[in-house]
């Protein structure tokens, strides 16, 4: 199964996931996409 973590809303300072939740979804055989960009302005 793949997740994606699109970039945050210009209106909305925080991200779909952590960096920690990131890696655990790894660890449990997900395929992460974490786009460009996401997380920073959060």
């Given at each position: 199964?793949?997740?994606?973590?699109?970039?945050?809303?210009?209106?909305?300072?925080?991200?779909?996931?952590?960096?920690?939740?990131?890696?655990?979804?790894?660890?449990?055989?997900?395929?992460?996409?974490?786009?460009?960009?996401?997380g920073?302005?959060?």
């Amino acid at each position: 199964m793949r997740i994606g973590v699109p970039r945050e809303p210009v209106d909305q300072p925080r991200t779909a996931a952590s960096p920690q939740t990131v890696e655990l979804m790894i660890r449990l055989g997900y395929e992460v996409l974490v786009e460009r960009g996401a997380g920073g302005r959060a």
